[in-house]
């Protein structure tokens, strides 16, 4: 059975970082295609980055590029976030999520419609 579970969340101030954890089993996440996606509330849920399953391309909103990294590791099956420089604007449930590519490719995926399994989410807060 797959399953991806999330940890790492937190209360931070701004400015500060914070690294989510994704731990994933039951399956070989080196065949997945990866992404983080958070939804605050009143909100949608939105992609703050994915990574190909070849080759790990990874794609990034504006409003992160520069203090948020994508990565894995498929000996552990383990999926980060590192979340640097956290601003006022960035709390909200942060869920990790993956798709099987039955062949190899370099595509990633912004649409959570196109992810097959997600994470139960962590909590992000940023306060002073």
């Known amino acids: 059975q797959v399953q991806l579970v999330e940890s790492g969340g937190g209360l931070v101030q701004p400015g500060s970082s914070l690294r989510l954890s994704c731990e994933g089993s039951?399956?070989?996440?080196?065949?997945?295609?990866i992404g983080w996606f958070r939804q605050a509330p009143g909100k949608e849920r939105e992609v703050v980055s994915c990574?190909?399953?070849?080759?790990?391309?990874?794609w990034y909103p504006d409003c992160v590029k520069g203090r948020f990294t994508i990565s894995r590791d498929g000996v552990t099956s383990m999926i980060y976030l590192q979340m640097n420089n956290l601003k006022p604007e960035d709390p909200a449930v942060y869920y990790c999520?993956?798709?099987?590519?039955?062949?190899?490719?370099?595509?990633?995926?912004?649409?959570?419609?196109?992810?097959?399994?997600w994470g139960q989410g962590t909590q992000v807060t940023v306060s002073s």
């Open positions: 999520a993956a798709k099987y590519e039955a062949v190899d490719t370099t595509e990633f995926y912004t649409d959570a419609d196109e992810y097959d399994y």
């Open positions: 039951g399956f070989h996440l080196d065949d997945y295609a």
């Open positions: 990574m190909s399953e070849t080759d790990d391309n990874t």
